[in-house]
């Protein structure tokens, strides 16, 4: 529901202010930089405008009794070009794309761009975008943030062997691929405390072309790490 130049709407605040109640909202999908955009209409949390606007989004729910934690989605691989309406690279942990489609502008689906495989060291600015947005969120009046790490977007295609394929200290056992997201959620934590940062996970999702193959213990060495961080939840 995202409107011109991925800011949150007035209808994104009624929205949310209408689940107040509920206690803890947490929001659809925001990309935590430009490069994180896959979906048509996918607000962001990475420009002044883009915090502004979702302040009024949190002072609605504040308004209301609630809390409200945004959930930061970088997409990865999972991109439709012709979504963004903006020229930026499409990248993930090895160059293969998704099989699957994704709607475009009209709701066809169609299918997914060619990313280019990140660099090892371009990994550490990764964690700063994640880092960042956390900071965004808190100075929007978000009260946390979730790290997307489910569903195939990019903290799971590093997660999973379908899409990543790589030889380096991020791709191979179970505990190098997990490497990225433990840094992502620590990044996270020292920006804005980790009692302020949230985990999503699907271990058996096949959702976007995952394998999901031997969840319990691809997924062991993230879970050992994160209850070691103290997260909110």
């Known amino acids: 529901r995202a ?3 991925d800011i949150a709407t007035d209808l994104m605040v009624e929205y949310y202010r ?3 109640s509920a206690g803890l909202i947490v929001t659809e ?3 935590p930089s430009r490069v994180g955009k896959g979906y048509w209409r996918m607000p962001g949390i990475a420009d002044a405008a883009q915090i502004a606007s979702w302040r009024k989004v949190a002072d609605a729910v504040h308004a209301e009794g609630g809390k409200i934690v945004m959930q930061l989605m970088h997409c990865g691989r999972v991109v439709v070009l012709a979504n963004r309406l903006f020229a930026a690279e499409v990248i993930a942990p090895s160059a293969v794309p998704c099989p ?3 709607p475009g502008p009209d709701g066809v689906p169609a299918a997914t761009a060619m990313p280019r495989a990140i660099a090892p060291d ?3 600015a990764l964690y700063e975008e ?6 965004n969120a808190r100075a929007a009046g978000i009260d946390g943030v979730e790290l997307h790490a489910a569903s195939g977007y990019l903290v799971h295609q590093f997660l999973d062997t379908a899409s990543n394929q790589r030889s380096d200290a991020y791709g191979g056992s ?3 691929r997990c490497r990225f997201a433990i840094g992502v959620l620590q990044a996270m934590a020292d920006a804005i405390g980790a009692g302020r940062v949230g985990l999503r996970i699907s271990p058996g999702n096949t959702f976007n072309g995952m394998a999901a193959d031997e969840p319990e213990g691809n997924f062991a060495p993230l879970l050992q790490a994160a209850e070691g961080m103290k997260l909110a939840y």
Request: hydrophobic share 40%; aromatic share 8%.
């Open 130 to 135: 994640f880092a960042q947005a956390a900071r």
């Open 122 to 124: 371009e990994i550490p």
């Open 174 to 176: 179970a505990e190098n």
């Open 100 to 102: 699957q489609p994704v």
């Open 3 to 5: 409107g011109e130049n």
């Open 29 to 31: 999908g925001v990309y």
């Open 18 to 20: 209408q689940r107040a």
